[in-house]
């Protein structure tokens, strides 16, 4: 073999080689798809003793961890345990300080903060999304489904209002898991046919079982019920994956804890009705989602990344959670007025050794109402410091919205004064 063969050769190994490493990144060439599904007020203490095969299938290829919601407990963004609050929060990425839904009467909800399919559609107009669901309110209050205000977004693909369906499903014995049963029916169907890129899938029948009887063997057997019906739904996104160039993310959750004795309860701020839980089909969770105990509001972010949506700036800037895929640089954001000395002291966690965190202050709050705020560069500090001082001397205010940008992710934290923040009272 002479050297001109001998360096074909090679060539062709390379590129044979380099054929095989680029066989991984193909998946960038699937259809992105993302479906979240919310299981209603289950403890993580009990699912986690509970035996749930199906659930236990998508966390042995995927991932598991403890997370937790209501808001910064005492401050301006607590948050009730309840069940639309808890929905709206993964809706929205943000507390109900901002999407303003504090009970599942979901009155005034406000949209400025737009819900995930509205981010969805603002990036992908053309794509289909749905929604499966035993409550009508998520689709026609909380993702406000073909209101103006909610920005016109139609859900084309919906299974729901089974709930108020008192024909199919009379309010009689059981009710509650027959009509979980058809919604996971309807939507392991749709899936298989529809495949929305963007899908909600809730179940209600954990929380009805949990009021009436406690967290006791009736509770316990239907979560093994919703466990057969969450397989059905995997089993339908496997075949999916398998047999359409498909890559989707699965993230399962639950609305809220329960309260102690007996988990009849739930609503307050204790730990335990603040603790929920995350089920992801991905592995390659971040460090954030297995070491960082992550709030319910990262699903957003999450979603965002894996659906590659842009967030507007302005949107980027109010969102409360942290990307629980892909690199991440901080977290646990917080502000501290300290009014001897007006400064505002600044935290958060660093997951990045390197790089700087910018801090921006303002003190209005135009977005709540669809005007945008205008923000001043306070102060430029290694991210690895994990605090700073900011000097407000200037800028006298009863509040103040922080935002925290760092290379690969954006916090923020509001400095509201005790008269300011005692408004949560609708
Ligand atoms: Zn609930």
Redesign the pocket.
Known sequence: MNRFNISLLTLSMIFVLLNVGCSQPADTTKEKKAIFIIV??ISADVLEKVDTPNIDRIIEQGAYSRGWLGGKAGRYSQSPT??AV?YNHVLTGVWSNKHNVYNNDISDPNYNYWNIFRLFKHNYPEKSVGVYSSWLDNRTKLIGDGLPQAGNVEIEIHYDGFDVDTLAFPHDYGYVQKIDDHVATMAAQSISSDAPYLSWVYLWYT?DTSHRYGEVEQHFESIKVIDELVGRIWDAVQNRMENHNEDWLVLIT???GRSLPDGRG?GGQSERERTIWLVSNKAEMNTFFNDGHPPVTSIYPTVSRHLDLEIPETLERELDGVPMIGDVSISDADAELLEEEKVIEVTWKAWASEGEVKIYATTTNEFKTGGVDTYTLVAEVPISDGRARIDVAEMESNFYKIVFEAEHNTLNSWVVSETESDTTDN
């Open positions: 209603d007020g309840v069940s808890g929380d639950t609305d809220h739930h």
